[in-house]
């Protein structure tokens, strides 16, 4: 039998999970945004009026990764699908994992969407594709929240997240896509990682399942972890970004496991950023917006005020 998937029913499980005040549904619809050359992104706005933050996801997720944050926040904001995820067109370079192209996409959409947001929050390759941004549209970033990555981030760091991305294509079973989520992440709950599957994943004529990110399959992701070769991902470029940025920044840094954000890291961008400021979330790897949403969300309303 085929799951019949509503995008906006959820919400209710994450105000009970995380002990959110549940005020009904949220003000929130899904928007198309027409790019120069004929490709859309897709995105979530949330509340009323202008967007105060601009949230853009890490690789192989989508906009309803912060849905939790937004409920928590309960502010405008928007929320995109990256190119080659989500509901979205695929990337200028087929499957959009390149943080350049991507915010030259991204760019255009804020430009009519959030035009006066005072945050723009970056999460692993959303985090990269920000810093990108800051370098091609700086009037757009007002300010840089960084969640679990740097510029820093090299092959040996985010092996876990290859390994996961780059798994089987397709899945015979729901329980079997969600067991493997669950062997990977486990700073998660249950509940949660299934909702996130729900979203970024969908049911095949056959009644096997596949991840929507693999309509525009990953094989040349920037976590892909072929032998031999350097360890670099080729981001080192986007350091000059984060020193040439004139507005705050501020770093989001998991302490548990899974996080790809090291103490060099830490260390190099201060050096180049001694204003930066780092909030470490010790009960988060990678996924802060999962493991530790009303956390985040309150960092997020303190940058904001």
């Known amino acids: 039998m085929a799951y019949e998937y509503d995008e906006f029913s959820m919400f209710n499980e994450n105000c009970e999970e995380y002990g959110i005040e549940w005020r009904g549904l949220p003000v929130v619809r899904r928007e198309s945004f027409p790019l120069a050359d004929g490709r859309h992104l897709s995105g979530l706005l949330w509340g009323q009026g202008s967007p105060e933050v601009v949230l853009i996801h890490g690789g192989a997720q989508n906009a309803h990764t912060w849905d939790t944050v937004a409920l928590a926040l309960n502010r405008p904001?928007?929320?995109?699908?990256?190119?080659?995820?989500?509901?979205?067109?695929?990337?200028?370079?087929?499957?959009?994992?390149?943080?350049?192209?991507?915010?030259?996409?991204?760019?255009?959409?804020?430009?009519?969407?959030?035009?006066?947001?005072?945050?723009?929050?970056?999460?692993?390759?959303?985090?990269?594709?920000?810093?990108?941004?800051?370098?091609?549209?700086?009037?757009?970033?007002?300010?840089?929240?960084?969640?679990?990555?740097?510029?820093?981030?090299?092959?040996?760091?985010?092996?876990?997240?290859?390994?996961?991305?780059?798994?089987?294509?397709?899945?015979?079973?729901?329980?079997?896509?969600?067991?493997?989520?669950?062997?990977?992440?486990?700073?998660?709950?249950?509940?949660?990682?299934?909702?996130?599957?729900?979203?970024?994943?969908?049911?095949?004529?056959?009644?096997?399942?596949?991840?929507?990110?693999?309509?525009?399959?990953?094989?040349?992701?920037?976590?892909?972890?072929?032998?031999?070769?350097?360890?670099?991902?080729?981001?080192?470029?986007?350091?000059?970004a984060v020193s040439e940025y004139p507005g705050p920044i501020c770093e989001a840094r998991g302490m548990a496991k899974g996080s790809v954000v090291g103490d060099d890291d830490i260390a190099e961008l201060l050096r180049r950023r001694p204003d930066a400021q780092v909030v470490e979330f010790q009960g988060s790897g990678h996924s802060i917006q999962g493991d530790e949403p009303v956390a985040l969300a309150q960092l997020i309303a303190e940058l904001l005020n």
Do not use: C
């Open 77 to 240: 904001l928007l929320a995109l699908d990256l190119p080659g995820h989500g509901h979205s067109d695929p990337g200028r370079d087929g499957n959009g994992i390149g943080p350049w192209t991507n915010a030259e996409d991204v760019a255009q959409v804020i430009r009519v969407a959030a035009p006066t947001a005072k945050l723009v929050v970056g999460m692993s390759l959303g985090g990269l594709t920000t810093m990108a941004l800051a370098r091609i549209a700086p009037e757009l970033v007002a300010k840089i929240l960084l969640v679990d990555v740097t510029p820093g981030v090299d092959k040996e760091k985010s092996k876990h997240i290859a390994d996961f991305v780059n798994g089987p294509a397709t899945f015979p079973s729901f329980d079997e896509l969600l067991e493997r989520t669950i062997a990977f992440n486990p700073t998660r709950t249950v509940s949660g990682l299934r909702r996130g599957i729900l979203h970024n994943a969908v049911q095949l004529e056959d009644g096997s399942w596949a991840w929507r990110y693999a309509r525009h399959r990953m094989d040349d992701s920037p976590f892909s972890q072929a032998e031999g070769g350097s360890n670099d991902l080729g981001f080192g470029d986007l350091w000059d």
